[in-house]
């Protein structure tokens, strides 16, 4: 899987999770662009990206990232493993 | 029907679409509104998203209130005006291994590890006690056992084992459920044990974010809190109605016959057809009903029961329709003749055709997506929670027994020149008076199930009936009915609040099980009789329409009532207490 093949799953989980299927991220998104994007949403995200991509972060390697980008690169780097 | 809210339960969907599942929820009318307090020992948000997801799917319409993050003991014993202004109808005392205080040390003797346990128990103990206040249900969870045990197996037999000390305070908790009326357990000891506490509990989650369960247990511990609810408010499914050939057993008892057809210890197959048999067997000897919807000649599939390993046997059946018309028209049969709802109605059936068709014409009929092997059908059974209940009545355990007494009621009917004739001689005689503590538990269970014949179809939660059973401004009446079949138990109740002096109707019904027995007239009697007691001059009925309660529109006229007023597909009635006559004269009363 290609990174803007993983661009588009994540785009889809953030469409579930914010309700809102006409949302378009891209990878400067953070989370002052998003008002749903709190510390419980970000868990879902988590959790959601977690189980599409059958990978498991640690919560401390998450909370550090800070935008749309960094997360990709971080399922990126986990995929290859 | 949202698939992914039934077992097995699509988790990841759950998590990902609550709130798209939440709109299209939102979009089934009507919904019964409830207030549902979370105290929480843990983070609860999330929990409580999915919650209102499988509430929502119950046909509720619930309003939260959360404790602030672990608040759950101060918001429970400190006066709080916002839970009382609240109203709550459900609290759930969300609390977990988490919030266990203190466990043995290992220097401790038996008698500190006693007082730690009442010191643990007192916390909660004084919990329900200044819960009871609000007069609502309190759904208390127990406690999942911890990851971790230092003395390994020696844990569970140990004085100082922690698994041994939650495994007595979880005794415990059910002794005091037993003897508290609104306590209920939610039993997540047994949820974690099946989900395997690995997945149950992650410490990740906890560790971040104090969640005490996982994310992908969530969505099974939801579901299990909201078919607590549905079981104490909306009551359960009444009938399990099974096809025959590979659901009850293996083969076709039509081709093969009876030494044909697999059932019994001999194979592995046989064996799984004895298992389900044994399960739907305990779920008959505890008040469900069951049925045969089968495409059969009845005369075979009756000689399949005959099967000296068949568990089941032919008088199990309330109903048995086995022919060849389509199964939803059997259906329809069966609920008539047992005189309940289509929606009281389970049906399991290993072929989907058969089940596609049913579910399609007779969408209010739960269908489980039980594929075609019998190894699963227990679970798509209990695992959607149909049956479940809160309290084991003796009502429940001689249910069946009052449906085959109807039974053999029906037959004797044809053999009178007059119904009345019938009547008179089934001597019938009925026991008429107020609420009483020893009933309080049937009359609420009555209460939030009875769906036909209900004029008003007001629910109340057991605290509630208490308060009204010790209030002098309230006509609280029961009626129960016995006859030369067997006795009906506690069948009919009667809520008449007094205001001047006129008696307000909230709630009549009766279980459709007696109908057209003349004990609506007995309890009028009675009715009429209490009034002139308290000098009451008129009394006054209200029919509220739902979908169900069709049957007693006409009801308060039949009585003798006179229409004052409508309103859509409601009415208000009346009847002057001086000008009444006596109406039961076939029903002996006996109140000793």
Known sequence: MNRAQIFEKVQEIFRDIFDDQSLNINDATNSDHIDDWDSLNHINLVVSIEKEFNIKFNFNELSGLKDVGAMIDLIVEKIEK | ?592
């Open chain 2, 1 to 592: 029907m949202i698939t992914s809210l039934t077992y097995p339960f699509d988790i990841s969907i759950i998590l990902r679409k609550k709130k798209a599942i939440k709109r299209e929820l939102l979009l089934k009318s009507p919904q019964t509104a409830i207030n549902v307090a979370i105290l929480g020992g843990s983070t609860t948000d999330e929990m409580k998203n999915i919650l209102e997801l499988f509430l929502l799917n119950n046909g509720f319409l619930p309003n939260f209130y959360q404790s602030e993050y672990n608040k759950f003991y101060e918001d429970a014993v400190f006066d709080n005006e916002e839970l009382s202004l609240f109203k709550p109808d459900i609290i759930l005392i969300h609390t977990s291994v988490v919030n266990i205080t203190e466990y043995p040390r290992f220097s401790d003797n038996s008698e500190d590890v006693d007082q730690l346990l009442r010191i643990e128990l007192r916390k909660f103990k004084t919990i329900w006690q200044s819960l009871a206040k609000y007069n609502c249900a309190i759904i208390q969870n127990n406690f999942d056992l911890p990851l971790n045990r230092s003395l390994g197996s020696l844990d569970c037999y140990d004085i100082h084992g922690k698994t041994f000390f939650i495994s007595k305070l979880n005794l415990e908790f059910s002794n005091s459920a037993g003897e508290i009326k609104n306590l209920y357990i939610n039993d997540i000891n047994y949820l974690s044990a099946s989900i395997g506490i690995k997945n149950w509990f992650d410490r990740n989650l906890w560790h971040s974010a104090k969640y005490a369960i996982s994310f992908d247990s969530m969505p099974l511990y939801a579901h299990q809190v909201a078919s607590i609810v549905k079981a104490i408010v909306g009551g359960p499914k009444k009938c399990l109605v099974l096809d025959l050939d590979n659901t009850c057993w293996g083969g076709i008892i039509g081709d093969d016959g009876l030494d044909g057809i697999c059932l019994g210890n001999e194979t592995a197959q046989g064996e799984s057809f004895m298992y389900f048999q044994n399960y739907v067997k305990e779920l008959k000897e505890r008040g469900v009903i069951l049925a045969v919807c089968s495409k059969n000649e009845h005369d075979l599939a009756k000689e399949g029961f005959l099967h000296p390993d068949s568990v089941l046997k032919f008088e199990d059946f309330t109903s048995f329709q086995a022919n060849w018309e389509p199964k939803s028209e059997n259906i329809k049969k069966i609920a008539d003749q047992i005189n309940i709802g289509l929606d009281s109605l389970v049906f399991i059936d290993d072929n989907s055709v058969e089940r596609e068709i049913v579910s399609s014409q007779l969408p209010v009929v739960s269908v489980p997506d039980a594929g075609s092997d019998v190894m699963n059908f227990v679970d798509h059974i209990e695992k959607n929670a149909y049956f479940e209940i809160v309290s084991l009545s003796n009502d429940d355990v001689n249910r069946n027994k009052f449906y085959q007494d109807n039974n053999a009621r029906l037959e004797q009917e044809s053999l009178f020149r007059s119904y009345d004739e019938f009547l008179i001689s089934l001597g019938m005689v009925a026991e008429i008076k107020p609420f009483s503590s020893l009933y309080i538990d049937r009359i609420t269970q009555l209460i939030n199930k009875t769906n036909q014949f209900n004029l008003t179809t007001k629910r109340y939660v057991i605290g509630e009936i208490e308060a009204i059973s010790g209030d002098e401004n309230y006509i609280k009446l029961y009626g129960k009915l016995t006859d030369k079949f067997g006795d009906n138990g506690l069948i009919t109740i009667l809520i008449g609040q007094i205001i001047d002096q006129a008696c307000h109707l909230d709630l009549w019904l009766m279980s459709c099980r007696v109908l057209k027995r003349n004990m609506e007239f007995a309890l009028l009697d009675r009715l009429v009789e209490e009034c002139q007691k308290r000098g009451v001059t008129e009394i006054i009925g209200y029919y509220y329409r739902t979908p169900k309660n069709n049957m007693v529109a006409g009801f308060y006229k039949t009585m003798g009532f006179e229409l004052v007023s409508t309103e859509g597909e409601n009415s208000v009635w009346k009847l002057m207490v001086n000008s009444y006559k006596i109406k039961n004269n076939l029903i002996k009363i006996d109140n000793e």
